[in-house]
């Protein structure tokens, strides 16, 4: 899916979307304009081709929805695994997880005075059964014996991860039933990431793949839930490397679950920009959900607006066709109310710009944006 824009310097189209937005009311521009760091716009040589990353590029290679390009879903309990699958193999990740608030969740959201005034605003009998509150506070599971759906964990592997029952058995087979991981070849492993990628599973291979896990439920796409309900409207000041790289990370792959080694320098820098281009994706998503021009649908298109000058300050700083791409799609639509059509038209187009920017871009172009990376003692 595309949308047909006029290539205009990417600037100027930016300048004039956001004239346009405030003419119209939904969004109310501060005087003020960006900030120094942001207006700081450092030369740099023209991107240099390289290779792409090995195996981030994923091609859907069986009959199954690939989330390759697709916007984060909540999990669907038919496919659910649960955890208890994943700590095989995964246990030093699984400790790690038991440690977080996704995990508690489960025991301690449902007694909490403000979620219980929300449920009560808006009639919810069950916060651990109702659909708005499930999808990004539990993860459920459909009982084989009685057919019934139930809350079995808080935010979980499959939250982020995807539900696994149509990709795991791709995911653990490294080339035969007497091969392990470390005796997997390259070209199965790449194999095997495409095939699980293209079941269904956001594989962190592809780190935008996890930034858009992330933004679906820190970013509040539920008009009534903020309006009515009380709810926020998502986490405002998100940044996917800070708030993924600290008390929640479990990377342990590369030291056979030895260490939980941080992210090199590179995929950090990948990671810096998925962030935001996934964040952009987020708030269209939300701001096409806008039928009021009240607190939900003011919030969600003013963070959409500074996603795309967070970009837009990136673009100055290095190049990159793939977010110069993401802004020219941003330049073509409208923050509007009942705008849906169009504003989930766009997010499906960036989110798949997204998916291939984290593919395709080696982070040693981007040592430009080095300064503006959190350091390891901003990581939550």
């Given at each position: 899916?595309?949308?047909?824009?006029?290539?205009?310097?990417?600037?100027?189209?930016?300048?004039?979307?956001?004239?346009?937005?405030?003419?119209?009311?939904?969004?109310?521009?501060?005087?003020?304009?960006?900030?120094?760091?942001?207006?700081?716009?450092?030369?740099?040589?023209?991107?240099?081709?390289?290779?792409?990353?090995?195996?981030?590029?994923?091609?859907?290679?069986?009959?199954?929805?690939?989330?390759?390009?697709?916007?984060?879903?909540?999990?669907?309990?038919?496919?659910?695994?649960?955890?208890?699958?994943?700590?095989?193999?995964?246990?030093?990740?699984?400790?790690?997880?038991?440690?977080?608030?996704?995990?508690?969740?489960?025991?301690?959201?449902?007694?909490?005075?403000?979620?219980?005034?929300?449920?009560?605003?808006?009639?919810?009998?069950?916060?651990?059964?109702?659909?708005?509150?499930?999808?990004?506070?539990?993860?459920?599971?459909?009982?084989?014996?009685?057919?019934?759906?139930?809350?079995?964990?808080?935010?979980?592997?499959?939250?982020?991860?995807?539900?696994?029952?149509?990709?795991?058995?791709?995911?653990?087979?490294?080339?035969?039933?007497?091969?392990?991981?470390?005796?997997?070849?390259?070209?199965?492993?790449?194999?095997?990431?495409?095939?699980?990628?293209?079941?269904?599973?956001?594989?962190?291979?592809?780190?935008?793949?996890?930034?858009?896990?992330?933004?679906?439920?820190?970013?509040?796409?539920?008009?009534?839930?903020?309006?009515?309900?009380?709810?926020?409207?998502?986490?405002?000041?998100?940044?996917?490397?800070?708030?993924?790289?600290?008390?929640?990370?479990?990377?342990?792959?590369?030291?056979?679950?030895?260490?939980?080694?941080?992210s090199s320098r590179d995929r950090l820098r990948v990671m810096f920009v998925s962030g935001m281009i996934a964040d952009l994706e987020a708030s269209l998503r939300a701001t096409a959900e806008a039928t009021q021009k009240a607190k939900y649908g003011v919030t969600a298109a003013k963070r959409a607006d500074r996603a795309a000058k967070r970009l837009l300050s990136v673009s100055q700083k290095i190049t990159s066709?793939?977010?110069?791409?993401?802004?020219?799609?941003?330049?073509?639509?409208?923050?509007?109310?009942?705008?849906?059509?169009?504003?989930?038209?766009?997010?499906?187009?960036?989110?798949?710009?997204?998916?291939?920017?984290?593919?395709?871009?080696?982070?040693?172009?981007?040592?430009?944006?080095?300064?503006?990376?959190?350091?390891?003692?901003?990581?939550?």
């Open positions: 899916m595309s949308l047909c824009i006029n290539r205009f310097p990417v600037a100027s189209v930016i300048t004039g979307l956001v004239l346009a937005m405030t003419a119209i009311g939904l969004l109310q521009m501060p005087r003020s304009s960006m900030s120094a760091t942001e207006n700081d716009a450092a030369e740099s040589e023209p991107l240099q081709l390289a290779p792409a990353q090995e195996g981030l590029l994923i091609t859907s290679v069986v009959n199954t929805p690939s989330v390759e390009g697709a916007a984060a879903k909540p999990v669907d309990p038919h496919l659910t695994m649960g955890s208890e699958t994943c700590v095989k193999c995964h246990a030093n990740e699984v400790k790690v997880w038991k440690a977080t608030p996704h995990q508690r969740t489960f025991d301690e959201l449902h007694r909490r005075p403000e979620a219980k005034a929300i449920a009560s605003k808006l009639g919810i009998r069950s916060i651990k059964y109702d659909g708005r509150c499930v999808d990004c506070h539990y993860t459920q599971q459909v009982d084989t014996a009685s057919g019934n759906v139930h809350a079995i964990e808080g935010v979980s592997c499959e939250s982020c991860h995807g539900s696994a029952k149509q990709w795991l058995d791709l995911h653990h087979d490294y080339g035969g039933e007497q091969v392990t991981r470390a005796m997997e070849t390259p070209e199965h492993r790449q194999l095997r990431l495409a095939q699980s990628v293209a079941a269904g599973m956001r594989n962190p291979v592809n780190v935008y793949l996890v930034a858009q896990s992330c933004l679906r439920c820190h970013t509040t796409a539920d008009e009534e839930l903020v309006n009515v309900g009380g709810h926020s409207t998502g986490s405002l000041d998100f940044e996917f490397v800070s708030w993924s790289q600290g008390t929640i990370r479990h990377n342990f792959i590369d030291s056979d679950g030895q260490n939980n080694d941080q066709k793939h977010i110069e791409d993401v802004l020219l799609v941003y330049s073509g639509v409208t923050l509007k109310l009942n705008n849906r059509e169009q504003l989930v038209q766009a997010a499906d187009t960036i989110a798949e710009i997204g998916f291939r920017f984290a593919a395709e871009t080696n982070g040693h172009v981007l040592a430009p944006l080095d300064a503006f990376i959190p350091p390891a003692n901003r990581w939550k």
